[in-house]
């Protein structure tokens, strides 16, 4: 505790990074997710999931090594770890969409469109609206995961939360390793709850 209360203000500092790092990954994953979810036809799901499958199989190091090489940026820093982040939300995220819009009744887009409702406004005053509770649980299992991922891109010169474990271990201060654990599990643990008191406002029927 001594070691936490004298550096409150680093971890803090940490964690505003760790957030900013994973904020973009997980509302642009999340946004590809949906639209991958409503393009892609239902002849190529299969051949979709094994793709994603396989990309969210790939360990997070062994991606945020091979990404500078793909797309031309610079092995030490935040570009790869957000693309790489954001591409395991895509991967983890389309399903829980495509499962999401699977799920609402078909009554309901027949109906809408009965009620001279266009595919635009299908999507948005029904689809979507029915479609809320599935988007939120599996934004939320993208979330979670996000955090946790993102803890390992300080060994990629990101210093967010993940910064706590190296150097800790490096010094051999298990107060260091277990406040940066600590840190994640909470930030998880609010984050989490906030996706789900958002899912009640938006969708309160459920």
Same mark, same amino acid.
């Given at each position: 505790? =001594?070691? %936490?209360?004298?550096?409150?203000?680093?971890?803090?500092?940490?964690? &505003?990074?760790?957030?900013?790092?994973?904020? &973009?990954?997980?509302?642009?994953?999340?946004?590809?997710?949906?639209?991958?979810?409503?393009?892609?036809?239902?002849?190529?799901?299969?051949?979709? !999931?094994? /793709?994603?499958?396989?990309?969210?199989?790939?360990?997070?190091?062994?991606? $945020?090594?091979?990404?500078?090489?793909? /797309?031309?940026?610079?092995? @030490?820093?935040?570009?790869?770890? &957000?693309?790489?982040?954001?591409?395991?939300?895509?991967?983890? $995220?389309?399903?829980? #969409?495509?499962?999401? $819009? #699977? !799920? &609402?009744?078909?009554?309901?887009?027949?109906? #809408?469109?009965?009620?001279?409702?266009?595919?635009? !406004?299908?999507?948005?005053?029904? =689809?979507?609206?029915?479609?809320?509770?599935?988007? %939120? #649980?599996?934004?939320? %299992?993208?979330?979670?995961?996000?955090?946790?991922?993102?803890? @390992?891109?300080?060994?990629?010169?990101?210093?967010?939360?993940?910064?706590?474990?190296?150097?800790?271990? !490096?010094?051999?201060?298990? =107060?260091?390793?277990?406040?940066?654990?600590?840190?994640?599990?909470?930030?998880?643990?609010?984050?989490?709850?906030?996706?789900?008191?958002?899912?009640?406002?938006?969708?309160?029927?459920?």
């Amino acid at each position: 505790m =001594e070691w %936490v209360a004298a550096n409150g203000s680093f971890i803090l500092g940490l964690m &505003v990074t760790h957030i900013a790092v994973c904020l &973009v990954p997980i509302v642009l994953g999340a946004v590809l997710g949906i639209v991958l979810a409503r393009i892609i036809p239902t002849r190529f799901a299969g051949a979709t !999931q094994g /793709i994603l499958g396989s990309i969210y199989a790939i360990p997070s190091l062994a991606l $945020f090594v091979t990404l500078p090489v793909i /797309i031309g940026t610079s092995f @030490i820093g935040p570009t790869n770890v &957000v693309v790489a982040l954001t591409v395991y939300v895509i991967s983890s $995220f389309y399903f829980s #969409a495509r499962d999401a $819009f #699977a !799920q &609402v009744p078909s009554a309901s887009r027949v109906s #809408a469109s009965a009620l001279g409702m266009n595919a635009r !406004q299908v999507f948005f005053h029904v =689809e979507l609206p029915l479609a809320i509770p599935g988007l %939120v #649980a599996g934004l939320r %299992v993208a979330t979670a995961s996000t955090l946790s991922i993102a803890s @390992i891109a300080a060994v990629v010169g990101v210093r967010n939360l993940g910064y706590l474990f190296v150097d800790g271990f !490096q010094r051999k201060i298990p =107060e260091e390793v277990v406040s940066g654990i600590l840190t994640i599990l909470v930030l998880s643990l609010l984050l989490d709850f906030g996706l789900w008191l958002l899912g009640r406002v938006l969708a309160p029927w459920r």
